[in-house]
């Protein structure tokens, strides 16, 4: 089943409330350890000295505490596991895997100076940007291979992976999908999703823009993409139901727009039980949106978290990325150096030319649009 953190993405306020407690922690948290100051102040590898010297630091702490990481997200389960085996030495607390960005700073908050405070973060850039007083700046060894772009320059956050909003279906039951208007056809009856509301879910809000940029709008033009989904509505294929895999395999949703990484879930989720789910993104309508990486500046495992970044930008965490059906930050330095898996890459989506790409002021602008227009025209 599709993880919440379809309500984290950076471009929506989450809606959903869940609980904080951490794995392996007691639900208020005992008191943290006293964190190495060296370590809690390491704003590069230098500062430690050596990556043998980080790998020591990290395995006396012993542990690492990470939150909103589901399995099924981008590949996470292979990622942490990873990272397990690379230092069993340090046990991997995973906190609430379906928590949103925001509730991600929540949980550091509410367990500062225990031992259940999230060492690391995992966020939308709208929630990244607004929370850097909550992040100790770190600079990974891959620094100079991140774009300017996509990093606060200061070493706060910075981007990881992104997948491509894509549109997925049963190709067997519906053959070929080439263009939004094939979605009219009455075979499509009551079966085309979108992950979400677009006011509220991040994965249906890039699903909405994707659409409005085929049906011929922009980010300062929304209006088409909702005249898109009020002709599905009319022509009785948009359902609302929420996607699901058991929706997929039953064919109530028969065709989603979503994550490519998602989209890569379904596929080998449903790949044994005989569905053939297909998917693909346009060249015109790649859009992207970029989760961050962040450390807690009261992280109780400082050395621990330094280490796990050290991790996630090496070329085994990115082809791990790449893997699970997302665009890794690091891949255009990886083809040019060599490290990235090839065959992985032969089977993966690249995102084609110029990305569709947005600032918070536009994302907030146009959530506020879609809730004053979304529910008027397409219904709860």
Same mark, same amino acid.
């Given at each position: ?8 993405? @950076? ?7 869940? +609980?904080?407690?951490?794995?392996g922690s007691?639900? +208020? ?11 809690? !102040?390491?704003?590069?590898? !230098?500062?430690? @000295? !050596? ?14 505490? #990470?939150?909103?990481? $589901?399995h ?18 340090? *046990?991997?607390?995973?906190m609430n ?12 908050? *509410?367990?500062? %100076? ?17 929370? *850097? ?6 600079? #990974?060894?891959?620094?100079? !291979? ?19 909003? +894509? ?28 992950? @979400?509301? $677009? ?7 890039? %699903? ?5 940029q ?7 033009? *929304? ?9 599905l509505k009319d022509?009785?294929?948009?359902? &609302? ?22 989209? +890569? ?9 005989? #569905? ?7 060249p ?8 961050? &990486? ?5 992280? $109780? ?8 970044e050290?991790?996630?930008?090496s ?23 060599g =490290?990235?898996? &090839? ?10 030319? =110029? ?15 879609? &809730? ?9």
């Open positions: 089943m599709i993880s919440l953190r379809k309500f984290a993405a @950076g471009s929506v306020a989450a809606v959903l409330a869940v +609980s904080l407690a951490a794995c007691s639900a +208020s948290g005992s008191a943290a350890s006293s964190a190495d100051p060296k370590s809690a !102040s390491a704003t590069s590898l !230098s500062d430690f @000295g !050596s990556m043998s010297d980080l790998e020591a630091a990290a395995k006396k702490e012993g542990a690492l505490n #990470v939150i909103a990481l $589901p099924n997200w981008s590949n996470y389960g292979e990622v942490i596991d990873g990272f397990k085996k690379k230092y069993p030495e340090i *046990t991997v607390n995973e895997p379906n928590a949103s960005s925001k509730e991600e700073i929540d949980a550091a908050n *509410t367990n500062k %100076g225990t031992d259940a405070a999230p060492d690391v973060f995992d966020l939308g850039l709208a929630v990244a940007a607004t929370s *850097t007083d909550s992040f100790a700046p770190y600079k #990974v060894q891959a620094w100079d !291979s991140i774009p300017d772009d996509v990093k606060d320059a200061n070493g706060a956050y910075y981007a990881d992976y992104t997948g491509i909003m +894509s549109i997925g279906w049963n190709k067997d039951k519906y053959g070929d999908i080439s263009s939004l208007d094939d979605l009219l056809d009455s075979k499509f009856a009551g079966t085309v999703a979108l992950n @979400g509301k $677009p006011a509220e879910a991040g994965a249906a809000f890039n %699903g909405f823009l994707m659409v409005n085929l049906a011929g709008g922009d980010i300062d033009n *929304t209006q088409p993409g909702l005249d898109y989904f009020k002709k022509a009785g294929n948009l359902t &609302q139901v929420d996607v699901t895999d058991a929706t997929i395999e039953s064919g109530q949703t028969g065709v989603v727009f979503d994550w490519t990484y998602n989209q +890569s879930s379904y596929q080998s989720a449903l790949k044994d039980k005989g #569905v053939n789910w297909e998917y693909k993104t346009f015109k309508a790649q859009v992207v949106s970029y989760y961050n &990486q962040a450390i807690n500046k009261d992280a $109780p495992h400082p050395a621990a978290a330094r280490l796990w050290e991790y996630l930008y070329a085994d965490a990115q082809n791990l990325w790449l893997k699970g059906g997302a665009n890794p930050v690091l891949l255009d330095a990886m083809e040019k150096d =490290t990235v898996d &090839q065959d992985i890459l032969a089977k993966s989506i690249k995102i084609e030319g =110029t990305p569709v790409t947005y600032t918070n002021e536009d994302s907030s602008r146009i959530t506020e649009w879609l &809730q004053n227009n979304w529910d008027a025209t397409i219904g709860n």
